[in-house]
């Protein structure tokens, strides 16, 4: 099993320009998440997803939309990236119904915005 | 004001020492509470989660919960140089699982 997986794990970008982060897992999870880290701030959510066909927003989610495309992939879009949005950026998934309800991190997007 | 603050790191802790990373959350409702362990340019992963009052041992981690002060605290006994890394605190309010996570507490364990 392969766990969480992102591509890309690194990216430039010009102000301006878009593109998706992807995020697959294969534990058959139902809630994924993607959040932002920068430094001294921690994890700050994005969007999540607690079921496969249902989104919603987390605290920061300005600029950006996500797709829950199946039960196993979760994709985040910048329409027009901003350096604001340089970032590392993690997705997550982890399933509701389990008493520990642990969260598993992919290896992370680092974003840079020029 | 943050919802969930830790204690400013870097916290230097001598091999063989007890580290103590200390949490305060803002929102009663918590009811679980998670610590994540995250190496420098690595994802975090979960060490330890506890849900009621009182401690919670698992091997040389022990995690602390006092929910009418609204505390959390986790203690690395015997710290070896592989415990260096940033401690995130993360309770859960949510019924959907969404986690609040605090900036962070950086260990390093000097030998």
């Known amino acids: 099993n392969a766990g969480v997986t992102q591509t890309p794990k690194f990216q430039v970008l010009k102000t301006g320009q878009s593109m998706t982060l992807q995020c697959a897992q294969d534990m058959n999870h139902n809630s994924m998440y993607w959040y932002r880290q920068d430094p001294g701030m921690g994890l700050r959510l994005i969007y999540y997803s607690a079921s496969e066909g249902t989104t919603d927003k987390g605290e920061v989610p300005n600029g950006y939309n996500v797709s829950r495309l199946n039960k196993r992939e979760f994709s985040l879009r910048l329409e027009s990236a901003a350096p604001s949005q340089t970032s590392v950026y993690f997705c997550a998934s982890s399933h509701r119904d389990r008493t520990t309800d642990e969260q598993f991190f992919g290896p992370g997007t680092r974003l840079t915005v020029l | 004001q943050k919802e969930v603050e830790q204690n400013s790191g870097p916290l230097s802790v001598p091999e063989g020492a007890i580290a103590s990373l200390n949490c305060t959350y803002s929102?009663?409702?918590?009811?679980?509470f998670f610590w994540y362990r995250q190496y420098s340019g690595k994802s975090p992963e979960l060490i330890m989660s506890?849900?009621?009052?009182g401690d919670k041992e698992d091997g040389r981690f022990t995690a602390q919960l006092n929910k009418a002060s609204q505390y959390v605290s986790l203690l690395i006994r015997d710290s070896q140089p592989s415990d260096s890394a940033t401690y995130l605190c993360a309770p859960r309010a949510d019924s959907w699982g969404k986690l609040q996570f605090g900036a962070g507490t950086q260990v390093v364990v000097t030998p």
């Open positions: 929102d009663r409702v918590s009811q679980s």
């Open positions: 506890i849900y009621s009052n």
